[in-house]
């Protein structure tokens, strides 16, 4: 009952907090007055009389002519409806729903090999560091996460393409897969791939198997970047909460019953220990988003990130507010989830 | 002679925490290179010609020949497309870097204490107000958010670091106002209290002196991370005008010829790292000697 409690609780929260953020990305495109938002909506294909008759009818549409916290919610009404205006960058021209549909999932895939290598490599490398404290690796593990820490991450990809990629030459850096494998594929048309557009996934489908190795290869290197740039910060705070945990009660009666030293550290001490990691994590996802913007540039890898940065470039406001909304919705979906697993993890925090 | 005690207790204390900071290599390790690099900033910006620098606020390319050589003694850290001298321009670049992140820093920790404070100290209705307010900057990533304010404002210097302070001040909203709460709370507040010390009083003699400088200390610390957010930025696109001598603009110039002359993009990113490494090596310092905790 009071889990549940604690969950609508959540959930209530997460509403005022949606209301800003539309409401943030609404005024920043409100604050030069109605430019911004007939360019945003404006299907750039249209010139001449039908673009008059395009602004005359979003005008009507978004209410342009009334006071700006009325046009706020027919707004985002059209937001609700799925309206998100147009989108004109090199990579991709059209409406920003259709944007979003093609480059959301490389994101996604990105994002969930980074996070398997930050769990594996953080926990592992964390929890190692503390049980073996002051020790040569102890020492190594923290100068390397505290110098990863410092680093900007498009150093950190610069660094691996130098290293993997030029000079040991083991994997490729540029892009999704190799043009000359997919130059004949059915599934694979302009550089898309289909039905998921993410050409791991397509190729295991199709079972191409040399593709699928090809674009797994392709995935490798943004992935590892995203993930160092990182596991630094989980590599510190689970090295220290290990530390702290050694000193309470439960652990030292494990040890003092005779458990064998891997056992009290890796079952008991362990278990605790990853309590701050898992509030963290939404801290991680703000990380993996922001990471993802500098890390799919350097990659020429086609997700939100890129297509944020050719918004950028070519100054494109559809792009850039579409993506500042979806990179919000995105982090407060992923903080509410923290919370609720936290209650089911933690049941200190129900009360 | 009440004074002259409290001087010299106030010089003994001085000294523990001078031997505790010095006492931590590292600390002092960091506080020398930051020492340095605000040197560098310094003299680029009031005798540029000690260091042959001519125009400190613009590369100078040299179209003749633009690919990136490796370094030799005209270049000793190579040169960067197109034609760019890169030890002149990373010199150029610390002072610019460092002013537009000290400025973000200094500014953002300025509003947000402020704030912090206020709605620590009132409580009720208003905290909860501005704790929402807070709430709702933290729901974009801090690097789309500053980019989409930035863009919004104009893409130049001055509108990315107004859009980090923007996106920075939600931060110390709430450190601040955590600290100044905790304090709040602390025994001694409650013996002014009943000892009937009025409520001004207690807010600046007592809560303020004691809940802010930890904040002082996150804004050194922070100024590492505010500089790699900038340079980031910088990196992705957000410069315009091509001649900004900028640490991750220097890099992304260089991006191109990673390949073929890896030193173009590696120094101007180890510039920066080697600057916020040793801001956090000195941060650490600093913490030991405000927590009395740690002074043991």
Same mark, same amino acid.
């Given at each position: 009952?009071?889990?549940?409690?604690?969950?609508?609780?959540?959930?209530?929260?997460?509403?005022?907090?949606?209301?800003?953020?539309?409401?943030?990305?609404?005024?920043?495109?409100?604050?030069?007055?109605?430019?911004?938002?007939?360019?945003?909506?404006?299907?750039?294909?249209?010139?001449?009389?039908?673009?008059?008759?395009?602004?005359?009818?979003?005008?009507?549409?978004?209410?342009?002519?009334?006071?700006?916290?009325?046009?706020?919610?027919?707004?985002?009404?059209?937001?609700?409806?799925?309206?998100?205006?147009?989108?004109?960058?090199?990579?991709?021209?059209?409406?920003?729903?259709?944007?979003? !549909?093609?480059?959301?999932?490389?994101?996604?895939?990105?994002?969930?090999?980074?996070?398997?290598?930050?769990?594996?490599?953080?926990?592992?490398?964390?929890?190692?560091?503390?049980?073996?404290?002051?020790?040569?690796?102890?020492?190594?593990?923290?100068?390397?996460?505290?110098?990863?820490?410092?680093?900007?991450?498009?150093?950190?990809?610069?660094?691996?393409?130098?290293?993997?990629?030029?000079?040991?030459?083991?994997?490729?850096?540029?892009?999704?897969?190799?043009?000359?494998?997919?130059?004949?594929?059915?599934?694979?048309?302009?550089?898309?791939?289909?039905?998921?557009?993410?050409?791991?996934?397509?190729?295991?489908?199709?079972?191409?198997?040399?593709?699928?190795?090809?674009?797994?290869?392709?995935?490798?290197?943004?992935?590892?970047?995203?993930?160092?740039?990182?596991?630094?910060?989980?590599?510190?705070?689970?090295?220290?909460?290990?530390?702290?945990?050694?000193?309470?009660?439960?652990?030292?009666?494990?040890?003092?019953?005779?458990?064998? !030293?891997?056992?009290?550290?890796?079952?008991?001490?362990?278990?605790?220990?990853?309590?701050?990691?898992?509030?963290?994590?939404?801290?991680?996802?703000?990380?993996?988003?922001?990471?993802?913007?500098?890390? !799919?540039?350097?990659?020429?890898?086609?997700?939100?990130?890129?297509?944020?940065?050719?918004?950028?470039?070519?100054?494109?406001?559809?792009?850039?507010?579409?993506?500042?909304?979806?990179?919000?919705?995105?982090?407060?979906?992923?903080?509410?989830?923290?919370?609720?697993?936290?209650?089911?993890?933690?049941?200190?925090?129900?009360? | 002679?009440?004074?002259?005690?409290?001087?010299?207790?106030?010089?003994?204390?001085?000294?523990?925490?001078?031997?505790?900071?010095?006492?931590?290599?590292?600390?002092?390790?960091?506080?020398?290179?930051?020492?340095?690099?605000?040197?560098?900033?310094?003299?680029?910006?009031?005798?540029?010609?000690?260091?042959?620098?001519?125009?400190?606020?613009?590369?100078?390319?040299?179209?003749?020949?633009?690919?990136?050589?490796?370094?030799?003694?005209?270049?000793?850290?190579?040169?960067?497309?197109?034609?760019?001298?890169?030890?002149?321009?990373?010199?150029?670049?610390?002072?610019?870097?460092?002013?537009?992140?000290?400025?973000?820093?200094?500014?953002?920790?300025?509003?947000?204490?402020?704030?912090?404070?206020?709605?620590?100290?009132?409580?009720?209705?208003?905290?909860?107000?501005?704790?929402?307010?807070?709430?709702?900057?933290?729901?974009?990533?801090?690097?789309?958010?500053?980019?989409?304010?930035?863009?919004?404002?104009?893409?130049?210097?001055?509108?990315?670091?107004?859009?980090?302070?923007?996106?920075?001040?939600?931060?110390?909203?709430?450190?601040?106002?955590?600290?100044?709460?905790?304090?709040?709370?602390?025994?001694?507040?409650?013996?002014?209290?009943?000892?009937?010390?009025?409520?001004?009083?207690?807010?600046?003699?007592?809560?303020?002196?004691?809940?802010?400088?930890?904040?002082?200390?996150?804004?050194?610390?922070?100024?590492?991370?505010?500089?790699?957010?900038?340079?980031?930025?910088?990196?992705?696109?957000?410069?315009?005008?091509?001649?900004?001598?900028?640490?991750?603009?220097?890099?992304?110039?260089?991006?191109?010829?990673?390949?073929?002359?890896?030193?173009?993009?590696?120094?101007?990113?180890?510039?920066?790292?080697?600057?916020?490494?040793?801001?956090?090596?000195?941060?650490?310092?600093?913490?030991?000697?405000?927590?009395?905790? &740690? &002074?043991?």
């Amino acid at each position: 009952m009071n889990l549940l409690n604690y969950i609508i609780r959540r959930v209530l929260l997460f509403i005022p907090t949606l209301i800003g953020l539309t409401f943030i990305v609404f005024i920043l495109s409100h604050v030069s007055g109605n430019n911004i938002i007939l360019a945003e909506y404006i299907n750039p294909k249209l010139t001449g009389a039908a673009r008059q008759m395009a602004i005359q009818k979003l005008i009507l549409e978004f209410h342009l002519n009334q006071p700006v916290y009325i046009q706020y919610f027919y707004w985002l009404n059209q937001i609700l409806h799925g309206n998100l205006g147009y989108t004109t960058t090199p990579i991709f021209s059209g409406p920003v729903v259709n944007a979003i !549909e093609l480059f959301l999932p490389n994101t996604i895939m990105i994002s969930i090999v980074a996070t398997i290598i930050i769990w594996y490599l953080g926990v592992w490398l964390g929890v190692f560091s503390a049980v073996n404290r002051d020790s040569l690796a102890d020492h190594t593990i923290r100068i390397g996460s505290f110098t990863l820490y410092a680093m900007p991450i498009y150093l950190i990809g610069v660094l691996l393409i130098i290293v993997l990629g030029v000079y040991f030459k083991i994997l490729p850096f540029s892009g999704v897969v190799n043009p000359i494998l997919v130059s004949n594929l059915p599934w694979y048309v302009n550089g898309i791939s289909y039905p998921t557009h993410i050409i791991l996934i397509d190729a295991i489908l199709h079972g191409s198997w040399n593709v699928a190795l090809n674009a797994f290869l392709h995935l490798l290197m943004p992935s590892i970047t995203l993930a160092l740039g990182i596991v630094a910060g989980i590599i510190r705070i689970l090295r220290s909460s290990m530390l702290e945990v050694q000193d309470q009660d439960y652990v030292r009666l494990a040890r003092s019953k005779g458990l064998s !030293e891997h056992s009290v550290n890796y079952f008991h001490a362990k278990k605790n220990a990853m309590l701050p990691v898992i509030t963290l994590f939404g801290l991680t996802v703000a990380g993996l988003l922001s990471g993802a913007v500098v890390v !799919e540039t350097i990659f020429n890898y086609p997700g939100i990130g890129y297509w944020t940065t050719q918004a950028l470039l070519s100054s494109d406001i559809g792009g850039i507010m579409a993506a500042t909304l979806l990179f919000g919705l995105l982090l407060v979906a992923a903080n509410l989830i923290v919370d609720i697993v936290y209650a089911f993890i933690d049941p200190r925090i129900r009360y | 002679m009440k004074i002259n005690m409290k001087n010299q207790r106030r010089i003994e204390n001085l000294k523990l925490s001078l031997d505790v900071f010095l006492s931590n290599k590292a600390a002092v390790a960091g506080l020398i290179i930051v020492m340095l690099y605000v040197i560098d900033a310094i003299i680029v910006q009031v005798a540029p010609s000690i260091l042959g620098i001519m125009h400190p606020d613009e590369l100078i390319p040299n179209f003749i020949s633009p690919a990136p050589l490796p370094p030799s003694w005209a270049h000793p850290l190579g040169t960067t497309y197109p034609g760019i001298d890169l030890l002149k321009s990373i010199l150029k670049a610390i002072r610019i870097d460092l002013f537009y992140s000290a400025f973000v820093v200094i500014i953002g920790a300025a509003i947000g204490s402020v704030i912090g404070v206020i709605s620590a100290t009132i409580g009720g209705l208003m905290d909860e107000i501005v704790m929402r307010i807070t709430d709702i900057f933290f729901s974009v990533p801090y690097l789309i958010l500053a980019l989409a304010v930035g863009f919004v404002m104009g893409r130049n210097l001055t509108n990315m670091s107004l859009a980090l302070v923007i996106v920075w001040w939600p931060i110390y909203a709430r450190y601040t106002r955590s600290q100044t709460l905790s304090t709040k709370e602390s025994t001694f507040v409650e013996a002014a209290k009943a000892s009937g010390v009025g409520r001004l009083k207690i807010i600046f003699k007592h809560i303020l002196p004691n809940a802010l400088p930890p904040v002082f200390i996150q804004v050194s610390l922070d100024l590492g991370s505010v500089m790699v957010i900038f340079s980031t930025l910088a990196f992705i696109g957000f410069i315009v005008t091509a001649s900004v001598p900028e640490l991750g603009y220097l890099t992304s110039l260089g991006l191109n010829y990673v390949q073929s002359a890896p030193w173009a993009v590696i120094f101007p990113g180890l510039i920066i790292t080697i600057f916020a490494l040793a801001v956090n090596l000195l941060g650490d310092g600093l913490r030991d000697v405000i927590d009395p905790r &740690r &002074r043991s």
